[in-house]
């Protein structure tokens, strides 16, 4: 599991998590949820040691986050951005090999190579494993991350955002491999979305995030409340139920 405890921190002044304590379970998906400015990223970005910690401590399947030498954390985690910069022209098979480092250290085997194929064409990507990631489409990109990503082939997986520039049908698609990397290969997958019916329809557990702070934590049932998501996000969302899923409805 990821045991959290205590964990603050602030920018110039400004307090962005105040003193965060959750476990979060090992297996399944984890969503968090909340407003823009909630502390959603940040969160995410000291579990997964992006950041440093100013206060507290984070553990990762019993791994002080802390203390953990690097390439030992990486075995174990593999982290999607929010933002992601290239600093040279790759090509998306190039990208997606650098998932492989903590593994190979840049002297890939023939099971590297292959986990590499495999997360291309997960996310179906071979059509274009060859092409410049500077050439795709902002969705078409955003996917060649999260191929790299999944060819780290760690157990905890920690994704920003993974939705950010997909349509409709990738968003789905997304969520759908998503939700078989964990039911089929057992992976933890903690993910930052904005659309609380994905997080609705795909996730095991929500964590709700305001102001820096956990306010609720839970099942999706427990947290697709007309109350609970008021107290979140201050308007008044109706829960409709479809096909056995809690939709929130916002939008009139």
């Not at 985690?77 to 929010?82: N, P």
């Not at 790759?90 to 997606?96: A, G, K």
Request: net charge negative; charged share 25%.
């Amino acid at each position: 599991m990821i045991d959290v405890r205590n964990v603050s921190k602030s920018y110039g002044g400004q307090q962005v998590l105040d003193d965060v304590t959750c476990m979060i379970p090992r297996g399944g998906i984890t969503s968090i949820i909340g407003p823009n400015g909630a502390g959603k990223s940040t969160l995410l970005s000291l579990i997964s040691r992006l950041q440093p910690l100013e206060t507290g401590a984070v553990t990762v399947a019993g791994l002080d986050i802390a203390a953990t030498p690097s390439r030992d954390l990486a075995r174990t985690m593999a982290i999607l951005r929010q933002e992601n910069h290239l600093t040279k022209r790759l090509t998306v098979r190039d990208l997606v090999a650098f998932g492989r480092f903590p593994h190979s250290g840049g002297r890939p085997t023939v099971e590297d190579l292959a986990k590499v194929e495999e997360a291309i064409a997960h996310l179906d990507l071979s059509a274009m494993a060859d092409k410049f990631v500077d050439e795709l489409s902002g969705g078409q990109r955003q996917r060649a991350y999260i191929a790299m990503v999944l060819a780290q082939d760690t157990e905890y997986l920690l994704l920003d955002e993974p939705l950010n520039n997909l349509d409709m049908k990738h968003s789905v698609e997304m969520m759908r491999l998503l939700r078989r990397l964990a039911d089929e290969l057992g992976k933890t997958i903690v993910l930052v979305v904005h659309d609380i019916n994905f997080a609705s329809c795909y996730s095991d557990t929500i964590l709700a995030m305001k102001k820096g702070r956990l306010v609720h934590q839970g099942t999706p049932a427990q947290i697709m409340q007309a109350a609970m998501l008021y107290d979140v996000y201050d308007i008044d969302i109706r829960i409709e139920e479809i096909d056995g899923n809690r939709i929130g409805v916002y939008f009139a």
